[in-house]
């Protein structure tokens, strides 16, 4: 059974023999991780990243930075609640940080996109593409089965943790020198990829494995009895994806009006379903009063969308208490949206279905992917021959546009290809596509 006060570890990756035992600092080094994110350059890049739709034209939508904060929002609430439950439990003895949840939580929810590449979810796809279908899979032999995994089943998730604790060239160690707790918390799937069933669905990249075991041995983290190397979730995992889906499948739905792919009733009604229960006859009243007085079709929207997430929180939160003692244990499956049940289970059961048929397919969407795959297949294959072939006159000029941070002394065929992964993976949507004309020669700098 894990244990809240090792589970809660205000010990810094990188800076471990800093650490205390005061309990004033460690509270104020959870509050520092959320500050390392919001001002560093991987996280202010995010502005410039596709979330679903394309970035705004004169209809503003989400980006993945705007995701980022609002599920940040979301996830500090959730944790606050949990936290406010478990200082009644009388079975827990050290309750001094647990009112730090709420911070944690928000920090890992503000971290958890910063690995996702340029063109939102087909960029993942596009760059596993190019070792699975493109000129990529010619370097399979040259590296172990794990490795190999690393890149044919690339993921964002791994690749925010290699962000927030790898040691790039000219950094200091251990990444972003977050504490414990909030890295462990972003790791929705505990194992490698060798062990991720050919799904793109894994927590860290071979490079990362060391520092991967160093964090859960230090938390407390338990192996699974069936497979090696898989282990427990950190409880927090939970709460982070809980507000990453509740900010994702309702902002989807607000984003879709505003774009005009929904009309505004249809809107409402996806909205409103999660109150359709007699129970909810006094909600419903409310919000018909508060519709007497906003008249704005978008207000009103933004006010139900509100509405809806207050209650998915609630109902959140006491699903991870009701499993609190299973969670702990190791044994909790799947998440906390699924368990989700009654009215709030059979309206987000129809936002996802209309988010499939209607928003997830719709043109501009799909383009977007297209393109992705267009332009990340490209960038992957331009930066991978060069590196593997450093001593070409064109490899020199190519290499020298990779920024200094991301290159390093591995000799390897693995260490060499991640420098250039994570060159393209951290790009903007609107770098890669200014990056991808010039060197194709689409776009070239004006002549005399």
């Not at 503003?60 to 705007?66: E, G, K, S, W």
């Not at 995701?67 to 406010?84: C, I, K, P, Q, Y």
């Not at 879709?256 to 909600?283: G, P, Q």
């Amino acid at each position: 059974m894990m244990q809240w006060d090792q589970l809660l570890s205000a010990k810094r990756l990188g800076l471990e023999e800093r650490h205390t035992n005061e309990i004033h600092d460690a509270r104020s080094q959870f509050q520092r991780d959320y500050d390392r994110i919001i001002f560093s350059s991987p996280f202010r890049r995010l502005q410039d990243k596709t979330q679903v739709f394309p970035l705004p034209g004169s209809i503003f939508v989400h980006n993945r930075l705007t995701h980022s904060l609002e599920v940040a929002s979301v996830g500090r609430s959730l944790g606050n609640m949990v936290a406010t439950e478990l200082e009644k439990r009388p079975d827990i003895e050290h309750k001094e940080l647990l009112s730090e949840i709420g911070s944690i939580v928000s920090s890992a929810c503000l971290a958890h996109d910063l690995g996702n590449p340029p063109f939102g979810h087909s960029g993942e796809s596009a760059i596993a593409n190019y070792f699975t279908n493109g000129q990529g899979i010619n370097y399979r032999d040259e590296m172990t089965s794990e490795e190999w995994d690393d890149l044919t089943l690339f993921e964002g998730n791994a690749n925010a943790f290699r962000i927030l604790s790898h040691q790039f060239n000219g950094r200091r160690a251990g990444g972003f020198a977050l504490t414990y707790t909030t890295l462990a918390s972003i790791v929705k799937y505990p194992y490698p990829s060798h062990m991720a069933g050919g799904k793109q669905k894994f927590g860290y990249f071979q490079s990362e494995k060391e520092t991967f075991h160093k964090i859960i041995g230090e938390l407390g983290l338990p192996e699974s009895k069936e497979k090696t190397d898989k282990f427990a979730r950190h409880p927090l995992v939970y709460l982070v994806e809980a507000a990453d889906d509740i900010c994702y499948q309702v902002m989807d739905v607000e984003d879709a009006h505003k774009l005009k792919i929904l009309t505004y009733k249809e809107t409402e009604d996806l909205l409103m379903a999660f109150f359709s229960s007699e129970e909810d006859k006094k909600t419903r009243e409310s919000i018909q009063r508060n519709f007497k007085t906003v008249t704005d079709r978008n207000e009103r929207i933004a006010y139900l969308r509100a509405t809806v997430i207050g209650r998915l929180v609630r109902e959140c939160a006491t699903i991870f208490m009701e499993n609190h003692d299973t969670i702990l244990a190791g044994n909790f499956e799947g998440s906390l949206f699924k368990r989700l049940a009654g009215t709030s289970a059979e309206a987000m059961e129809h936002i996802k279905n209309v988010s499939v048929s209607r928003i997830y397919s719709e043109r501009s969407v799909v383009q977007i992917e297209i393109a992705g795959y267009k332009i990340l297949g490209t960038l992957m294959d331009e930066f991978t021959q060069a590196i593997m072939h450093e001593n070409n006159p064109l490899s020199k000029k190519l290499l020298s546009i990779i920024p200094e941070q991301y290159r390093n002394d591995e000799h390897s065929t693995y260490g060499k290809i991640q420098s250039v992964v994570d060159f393209v993976s951290g790009m903007t949507d609107p770098f890669a596509l200014d990056l991808y004309r010039k060197i194709t020669g689409i776009s070239l700098p004006q002549i005399g």
